[in-house]
């Protein structure tokens, strides 16, 4: 080997970051995400079969979709994820047939999908940078996926927190039953709340509710699970999650007092801004007309 070869296989070996940097610097990623409008646009863009299509479903409306849009997908590090993923943006209202085709019933939803178009996993929910990336990059590696977890639980078949994530990952894709399943099992083994994810378990099973429409048996899952898990650090989502859900039952008095409660009960709440704002719509509906 030449003394010019041999510092350059020194160089990988011991500084894989500056041969990594050289690299980048011949071959920079771009100032922003180039999106494709569709799947079938995304897939046909991979240049080989090592790549993977990232599909991002939103709607219109979602908060929190476009808090991710304008801060992680304009971070570096996933504008630099361009290099080995095709990038593509579903509107859940406009394409309906691809995101009933998926499951989607929640925003913003990011699914990663091998060029052949299988799933590998989803992103739930707003995600900051490093954790997007992160839960990408350890998604690729067979590690917390769905699969991953399936395999885990044939082993540990008692372990209540792996039944948990099983049972989120099957309420992202809209198996509702399947999801219901795994949580009743974790109510009926541990009902003091041993695991620390039974009172979780509780809460999901009145969300499954409400993402069902279902709001009366909405609201008195989450008032049992007031009862049965006072302590949970969920307890102030429940007691917001109520009265939004009698409004959407059409009882805007249940609805007022119920808001108005959680002021004088959680005045210091995170949640007291968006609870007055509540407020304010109930009781001038001609406000909400914008919102």
């Known amino acids: 080997m030449t003394f010019y070869r041999l510092i350059v296989a020194l160089s990988v070996t011991l500084f894989p970051a500056f041969a990594l940097a050289g690299e980048d610097a011949k071959n920079?990623?771009?100032?922003?995400?180039?999106?494709?409008?569709?799947?079938?646009?995304?897939?046909?863009?991979?240049p080989d079969s090592g790549w993977h299509v990232i599909a991002d479903f939103y709607t219109d409306w979602c908060k929190w979709c476009k808090i991710q849009d304008e801060s992680t997908f304009t971070d570096p590090r996933v504008i630099a994820m361009t290099r080995k993923f095709v990038f593509a943006r579903v509107n859940a209202e406009v394409d309906t047939a691809v995101a009933r085709r998926f499951g989607v019933n929640g925003y913003p939803t990011v699914i990663v999908l091998s060029k052949g178009g299988n799933e590998v996993d989803r992103l739930l929910g707003y995600h900051r940078p490093p954790e997007f990336v992160k839960t990408v990059q350890n998604y690729l590696k067979g590690v917390g996926t769905k699969a991953a977890?399936?395999?885990?639980?044939?082993?540990?078949?008692?372990?209540?927190?792996?039944?948990?994530?099983?049972?989120?990952?099957?309420?992202?894709?809209?198996?509702?039953?399947?999801?219901?399943?795994?949580?009743?099992?974790?109510?009926?083994?541990?009902?003091?709340?041993?695991?620390g994810v039974a009172d979780k378990a509780a809460f999901e099973m009145a969300v499954l509710h409400r993402k069902e429409k279902n709001w009366y048996k909405a609201i008195e899952a989450f008032r049992k699970f007031i009862r049965d898990y006072p302590k949970s650090e969920l307890r102030e989502d429940a007691e917001t999650y109520i009265p939004w859900l009698c409004a959407k039952a059409g009882d805007t008095k249940e609805a007022l007092k119920y808001y108005r409660t959680f002021l004088k009960s959680f005045s210091g709440s995170s949640q007291a801004d968006w609870v007055k704002e509540q407020i304010k719509l109930l009781e001038n509906p001609s406000d909400s007309s914008s919102s």
């Open 28 to 46: 920079p990623p771009p100032s922003a995400i180039e999106w494709k409008t569709s799947l079938d646009e995304a897939f046909n863009a991979a």
């Open 149 to 195: 977890l399936e395999a885990e639980i044939r082993v540990k078949p008692q372990d209540l927190k792996l039944k948990y994530d099983l049972a989120g990952k099957h309420v992202g894709r809209g198996e509702f039953d399947q999801a219901r399943s795994l949580f009743q099992q974790i109510l009926n083994t541990d009902p003091k709340n041993g695991s």
